[in-house]
């Protein structure tokens, strides 16, 4: 039998780039506006996820022939509103559901982020995460006044710094220091509130929080760690990790390394939930859902320079530079920015030319899955998948239309509940909770 296994949704800005698309609707006039988000959001409440991921990123890219130009033409990643101001939003909307919005550690410092998260943990009553993010571009650093990024590794070192900072001002309150004592004439218990004073090589902060506790004692943390370095991070600080795997036996050995690399930090393996990214296509038919894949493909070969061009900017290297029909000479490729990416994108891409690896460059499915069919063979194969790599459950992504969002809540999960592999109602009130239900 198999266990049950937890569902998140990863937000990313492809409602933006779907204002051209047959279920677009009308992004392209309100992009601007909140509704689209709050809609997901209660979607996904209503199918009973356990997290929304808002992606980010915080710069306008040139990475792509060194021109501005494709990014803003084509909607890639831009324009996008910070995950903070739209977690609120998402957060009010619902009463259930987490809401994880992306923080890059170097836009903030630990005393700013430690009061934003921990106040939306607070307003939301225990359902506000954060996903570390160390910076991948040099465009990104440059935007908030450096020079450029640290090394790759050295990223980590200072991002291990400012966790253990936040996690100090967290810590800083006892969850019941608000005591509320009318008789006693007491508000807040000073035995329970610290002065963690902490110093470190890049950051300090006297502490504590003037913000008060937050609900979950710290929020939820997510991380998406694949690089050796990145894998040490996730088992030392993350509560559910995303793991964008080629195919499901790395999925596997990754989720075994990270629980040995979390067992030797003194956590508990059970604790880490690691959640495969997928992107299924869901059709009332087998036939309706294999012209829909083939309908992307040709989608996909169509646009590939576009992709490239969102390749590069990830991984800060300008594909441009090399003939579209001709295989890729990755003698030489080497990356500052997101190397699990560049890894993934020259793996899959052996003997192909440009062009063709342009068309499955950020493909999501791990190689020889399908994920296509009816909401009944989708889930099938997602029980499937399960079994195989032992792991905890789906970052389930898309380009979020309503009408994908439907065939998610309406289609996909009453397959995957009536199977009683995933939760069909809430038993519990904190992001947290929900995670650890099983």
């Not at 890639?76 to 550690?105: K, N, W």
């Given at each position: 039998?198999?266990?049950?296994?937890?569902?998140?949704?990863?937000?990313?800005?492809?409602?933006?780039?779907?204002?051209?698309?047959?279920?677009?609707?009308?992004?392209?006039?309100?992009?601007?506006?909140?509704?689209?988000?709050?809609?997901?959001?209660?979607?996904?409440?209503r199918a009973?996820?356990?997290?929304?991921?808002?992606?980010?990123?915080?710069?306008v890219?040139d990475?792509?022939?060194g021109?501005?130009?494709?990014?803003?033409?084509?909607?890639?990643?831009?324009p996008r509103?910070?995950?903070?101001?739209?977690?609120?939003?998402?957060?009010?909307?619902?009463?259930?559901?987490?809401?994880?919005?992306?923080?890059?550690?170097?836009?903030?410092?630990?005393y700013?982020?430690?009061?934003?998260?921990?106040?939306?943990?607070?307003?939301?009553?225990?359902?506000?995460?954060w996903?570390v993010?160390?910076?991948?571009?040099?465009?990104?650093?440059?935007?908030?006044?450096?020079?450029?990024?640290?090394?790759?590794?050295?990223?980590?070192?200072?991002?291990?710094?400012f966790?253990?900072?936040?996690?100090?001002?967290?810590?800083?309150?006892?969850?019941?220091a608000?005591?509320?004592?009318?008789?006693?004439?007491?508000?807040v218990?000073?035995?329970?509130?610290?002065?963690?004073?902490?110093?470190?090589?890049?950051?300090?902060?006297?502490?504590?929080?003037?913000?008060?506790?937050?609900?979950?004692?710290?929020?939820?943390?997510?991380q998406?760690?694949?690089?050796?370095?990145?894998?040490v991070?996730?088992?030392?600080?993350?509560?559910?990790?995303?793991?964008?795997?080629k195919?499901?036996?790395?999925?596997?050995?990754?989720?075994?390394e990270?629980?040995?690399?979390?067992?030797s930090?003194?956590?508990?393996p059970d604790?880490?939930?690691?959640?495969?990214?997928?992107?299924?296509?869901?059709?009332?038919?087998?036939e309706?859902?294999?012209?829909?894949?083939q309908?992307?493909?040709?989608?996909?070969?169509?646009?590939?320079?576009?992709?490239?061009?969102?390749?590069?900017?990830?991984?800060?290297?300008?594909?441009?530079?090399?003939?579209?029909?001709e295989?890729?000479?990755?003698?030489?490729?080497?990356?500052?920015?997101?190397?699990?990416?560049?890894?993934?994108f020259?793996?899959?891409?052996?003997?192909?030319?440009?062009?063709?690896?342009?068309?499955?460059?950020?493909?999501?499915n791990?190689?020889?899955?399908?994920?296509?069919?009816?909401?009944?063979?989708?889930?099938?194969?997602?029980?499937?998948?399960?079994?195989?790599?032992?792991?905890?459950?789906?970052?389930?992504?898309?380009q979020?239309?309503?009408?994908?969002?439907?065939?998610?809540?309406?289609?996909?999960?009453?397959?995957?509940?009536?199977r009683?592999?995933v939760?069909?109602?809430?038993?519990?009130?904190?992001?947290?909770?929900?995670?650890?239900?099983?």
């Amino acid at each position: 039998m198999t266990n049950k296994f937890h569902l998140a949704y990863f937000l990313t800005d492809s409602h933006a780039q779907a204002w051209g698309t047959a279920w677009g609707g009308n992004i392209g006039r309100d992009w601007a506006l909140p509704d689209l988000y709050v809609a997901a959001a209660r979607e996904l409440e209503r199918a009973c996820f356990d997290y929304v991921l808002i992606e980010d990123n915080v710069f306008v890219a040139d990475a792509y022939g060194g021109s501005m130009d494709v990014y803003l033409r084509n909607g890639l990643s831009v324009p996008r509103r910070d995950p903070l101001m739209v977690a609120p939003y998402m957060l009010q909307a619902t009463r259930h559901i987490g809401i994880v919005p992306t923080i890059s550690t170097f836009a903030y410092h630990p005393y700013q982020l430690a009061r934003l998260v921990g106040s939306l943990d607070q307003l939301s009553q225990g359902r506000a995460g954060w996903n570390v993010v160390t910076g991948s571009s040099q465009r990104a650093l440059q935007n908030f006044g450096h020079s450029g990024m640290e090394e790759h590794d050295k990223r980590y070192d200072i991002a291990d710094e400012f966790v253990a900072a936040a996690n100090a001002l967290w810590d800083s309150w006892d969850v019941d220091a608000v005591v509320a004592d009318r008789r006693g004439g007491v508000l807040v218990d000073p035995a329970k509130v610290r002065v963690p004073d902490y110093k470190g090589e890049h950051y300090s902060t006297r502490g504590p929080l003037n913000s008060g506790p937050s609900p979950q004692g710290r929020p939820v943390m997510a991380q998406a760690g694949s690089s050796g370095r990145g894998r040490v991070f996730a088992a030392r600080h993350a509560d559910t990790i995303v793991v964008k795997a080629k195919t499901l036996d790395y999925a596997r050995q990754y989720r075994k390394e990270v629980r040995e690399l979390a067992a030797s930090e003194g956590r508990d393996p059970d604790s880490i939930k690691l959640l495969l990214m997928i992107a299924p296509i869901i059709g009332a038919t087998r036939e309706e859902a294999e012209l829909k894949r083939q309908k992307r493909d040709a989608d996909d070969l169509a646009a590939a320079e576009l992709t490239l061009a969102k390749v590069s900017k990830i991984v800060d290297i300008d594909f441009s530079r090399f003939p579209l029909d001709e295989p890729l000479d990755p003698t030489g490729l080497k990356t500052e920015g997101t190397r699990s990416v560049l890894a993934d994108f020259i793996a899959r891409n052996a003997g192909r030319t440009l062009r063709q690896a342009g068309a499955i460059a950020l493909a999501y499915n791990p190689d020889n899955t399908n994920l296509a069919g009816t909401a009944e063979d989708v889930a099938a194969e997602m029980v499937e998948i399960m079994q195989h790599v032992g792991g905890d459950g789906f970052l389930i992504t898309g380009q979020t239309t309503r009408h994908f969002l439907a065939e998610v809540a309406d289609g996909l999960v009453p397959a995957l509940q009536d199977r009683g592999v995933v939760r069909d109602r809430y038993r519990a009130g904190m992001l947290r909770e929900n995670l650890m239900e099983f």
